[in-house]
């Protein structure tokens, strides 16, 4: 079985950075997709980044293109979201997912099967 773990969350004022990592353990696939969602309280959860087995594809959601950055380590098997530029609109609890089935970047949360427990990241103005 398949476990995701995040970490790096926390408090920061408007312009900061953070740096999100989350680490696989188990028996993991090749060629799999990791993503980063997040949930702000009262919303739905919504996707923010993603990126291809290899890294060399990336796809993120408007409102974070340009100050975030996802990347991975596949020998770590960790996937990582830098943050930089944060505004208070970005407090939400974030998450990572694995979609080991399609080999391809989605934005739907209905297509990574495996998720964290996610990591609270709050920016103050």
């Known amino acids: 079985q398949v476990q995701l773990v995040e970490s790096g969350g926390g408090s920061v004022q408007a312009g900061g950075s953070l740096r999100l990592s989350c680490a696989a353990s188990?028996?993991?696939?090749?060629?799999?997709?990791m993503g980063w969602f997040r949930q702000a309280p009262g919303k739905e959860r919504e996707f923010v980044a993603a990126?291809?087995?290899?890294?060399?594809?990336?796809y993120y959601a408007d409102s974070v293109k340009g100050r975030f950055t996802i990347s991975r380590d596949n020998i770590k098997k960790t996937v990582y979201l830098q943050m930089n530029s944060l505004k208070p609109e970005d407090t939400a609890v974030y998450y990572c997912?694995?979609?080991?089935?399609?080999?391809?970047?989605?934005?739907?949360?209905?297509?990574?099967?495996?998720w964290g427990q996610g990591t609270q990241v709050t920016v103050s103005s």
């Open positions: 188990g028996r993991t696939s090749n060629n799999y997709v």
């Open positions: 990126v291809s087995w290899s890294g060399s594809s990336t």
């Open positions: 997912a694995a979609d080991f089935t399609r080999g391809r970047i989605s934005t739907s949360t209905r297509t990574y099967e495996r």
